[in-house]
């Protein structure tokens, strides 16, 4: 077999040179780019590393090709490549998870995220209103039509995770679309445990009576009894979409199974393709055949003409996520993320809900006595990435926090174990607690300036550094 890691160093070197024989600066951005990633402690829960052989399907003529439509139905002519493309995709997708039906075109989650509300719209809403206008389905409404229904139903209601419980923007958040095109309610965790409380969800839901539920997380550091969600959904005759695009990459290792794997349980499941599932940046909706119809509408409703470089990416990437050794990866994140929330507890500091049993620790920093914005300053200025996360009921906003979110699949791809682990949460809480608050220039405290112990910084890289050079980035690539 060919050298692969020779075969890839060469053809990014050639690239590069290609690149920056039209724009110099951008090839120079992509090799610091490189030399940053390879250098820093990247604990950003939501972010990961993809191969050489998923980036490398990006680069490709895909992305000149206009492709709106389905497999087999493409409103352009001359689609028959990008249709082998998207129906292998869809194929590993669906065997993968398990599920009937997947759609690869959504060029994000959040995109993922829309197409699945306007398909359970249109799947739903197939009411007395809507045979009154002498239409089957939301397909055949004419626009007074829609002006009808719109003033007999209203706006329909979806119940969601709040954001400062681990929820996501996109789950009727208000400042977001989701918040605006449903009548929004939102779940929390509960005060003591931080843990999510299904009895007081159900509750909820029999009261709002929603059309979907809504249930997944960006920094809710614990597992979801993904079959109890459905039970609160069926009662009510809710809609249960499940988001997992954090998680996706520990159901498609079957880390999560049985009443964890939101795929047999949610009627709709969204996700995005680049966290912990370690694709091409982009989105996916799986579901039971019956919403299939409505999920391919996508493209016109939410979406323009497929990413279908994106899309053989994620082909790619889904065929990788197929091996065996990506459900070793994906224990190992867990095991990882049990060894960063040990490392902490053991010395002293304070995790949301008290520990983890996922990708991702939440570390609440007012014990240090900084906000999650100082916190996240001073970590990077030690090297170590991360990023400020809300706490529930956090005192200090959505924009200082009092949290920062740690996660461990990226580190995982790069051979961090259990160990290396222990030796992360040490060097965090030394920054920490060589990190006191700044003042404004009134005197007063400040929520964001910090100052740093001399020398700390400079040690921690130093240290970081040991066991980054032990675990490289892309072994074997080198730039010439
Ligand atoms: N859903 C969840 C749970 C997320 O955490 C995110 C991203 O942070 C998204 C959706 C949105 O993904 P994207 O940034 O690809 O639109």
Redesign the pocket.
């Known amino acids: 077999m060919a050298d692969l890691n020779a075969l890839t160093s060469s053809a990014y070197s050639h690239a590069l040179e290609v690149i920056a024989s039209v724009e110099p600066r951008i090839a120079e951005a992509t090799r610091a780019e490189l030399a940053d990633q390879r250098a820093s402690l990247k604990l950003i829960a ?1 972010e990961n590393y993809a191969s050489p052989a998923v980036l490398m399907t990006m680069g490709t003529w895909f992305s000149d090709k206009y492709a709106e439509g389905t497999i087999g139905h493409r409103f352009y002519a001359g689609c028959q490549n990008v249709d082998t493309v998207e129906s292998v995709a869809a194929e590993h997708a669906r065997e993968l998870f398990g599920a009937p039906y997947a759609y690869v075109q959504p ?7 829309l197409v699945a509300y306007w398909s359970i719209l249109a799947h739903r809403v197939e009411s007395p209103a809507l045979e009154k206008l002498g239409a089957k389905n939301v397909n055949e409404l004419t626009d007074a039509d829609w002006e009808e229904l719109r003033a007999e139903l209203g706006n329909q209601r979806l119940l969601g995770m709040s954001l400062d419980a681990g ?5 009727g958040f208000r400042p977001n679309i989701s918040g605006k095109m449903f009548h929004q309610q939102q779940y929390g965790t509960d005060p003591v445990t931080g843990l999510l409380d299904y009895d007081a969800v159900a509750a909820k839901a029999r009261e709002f009576r929603p059309l979907v539920i809504v249930a ?4 809710y550091p614990r597992r979801v009894n993904f079959a109890r969600m459905r039970e609160i959904a069926d009662e009510v005759d809710a809609t249960l979409m499940v ?4 998680f996706a990459g520990l159901v498609a290792g079957k880390v999560f199974t049985g009443e964890e794997d939101p795929v047999p349980h949610a009627h709709v499941t ?3 393709t ?2 912990s599932l370690r694709g091409p ?3 996916m909706v799986l579901a039971g055949e019956e919403f299939a119809a409505d999920i391919d509408r996508g493209c016109p409703m939410v979406l323009g003409g497929p990413l279908s470089h994106v899309m053989a990416a994620k082909a790619v990437a889904l065929a990788e996520a197929r091996q065996p050794s990506f459900a070793s990866y994906a224990r190992q994140i867990a095991d990882n993320a049990q060894s960063l929330a040990e490392g902490f507890l053991s010395r002293g500091a304070r995790l949301v809900t008290g520990g983890t049993d996922n990708h991702l620790v939440l570390l609440d920093v007012s014990s240090f006595g900084l906000t999650g914005r100082q916190a996240e300053s001073a970590l990077l200025d030690a090297g170590v990435v991360t990023n400020r996360n809300s706490v529930p009921a956090d005192p200090n906003g959505a924009w200082y926090t009092s949290g920062v979110r740690l996660g461990t699949p990226a580190l995982t791809t790069r051979g961090f174990g259990a160990a290396e682990f222990d030796r992360v949460a040490e060097l965090i809480v030394e920054v920490l607690r060589a990190t006191t608050p700044g003042t404004t220039k009134a005197g007063t405290a400040s929520k964001a300036s910090y100052v740093l112990a001399d020398g700390v910084a400079e040690r921690t890289r130093a240290a970081a550094a040991e066991l980054l050079d032990a675990h490289p980035l892309y072994p074997g690539l080198e730039l010439a």
């Not at 060029?107 to 995220?113: C, E, K, L, T, V």
């Not at 988001?243 to 954090?246: F, L, P, S």
């Open positions: 939501s060029h994000s989650g959040i995109d993922a995220n929820g996501h923007l996109t789950h997944g997380y960006s920094a988001d997992m695009a954090h969204t996700t995005t680049h966290k940046r982009g989105g």
